[in-house]
């Protein structure tokens, strides 16, 4: 009897070991998905960072060429796009969605005739998406 038992053990070790071994792979591809879709998050949020940087540079230099904050907006909204797309983070989302809202807002007061927008709520919503990606 105990010569059965042997093997019966050794297929249950054998089974929990294959057991062990698929939830262990499973939990560190997941927890790497959750990584890239982080990286990629701040990525895409210092890519907009940069992007707000050229707003507000194009902001000042609207007598000039008002086209440079259209596209400057432009860029902006495509990076939004790109995270949105990556994230099903609810704070992500929220961040993303009130920077949208702000960059709509500027594009109004541009396209209403106002040469000098206020960016801040811009950059303060840029800020906030970063927060959200890095913590």
Do not use: F
Not at 26 to 35: E, R
Request: with cysteine; charged share 25%.
């Amino acid at each position: 009897m105990s010569a059965s038992r042997r093997p019966r053990r050794g297929r249950v070790t054998a089974i929990a070991a294959a057991v062990a071994t698929v939830v262990l792979t499973a939990g560190l591809t997941t927890g790497c998905d959750a990584v890239d879709k982080a990286l990629d998050c701040v990525q895409t949020a210092d890519t907009i960072a940069d992007s707000v940087t050229d707003l507000q540079q194009a902001v000042e230099n609207a007598a000039n060429d008002p086209s440079q904050a259209d596209a400057s907006l432009d860029s902006i909204e495509k990076n939004l796009r790109t995270i949105g797309d990556k994230t099903d983070d609810a704070d992500v989302n929220k961040a993303v969605d009130n920077l949208t809202e702000a960059v709509d807002n500027v594009r109004t007061a541009i396209q209403d005739g106002d040469r000098t927008p206020d960016v801040s709520p811009v950059t303060d919503a840029a800020g906030e998406l970063t927060k959200v990606c890095t913590s």
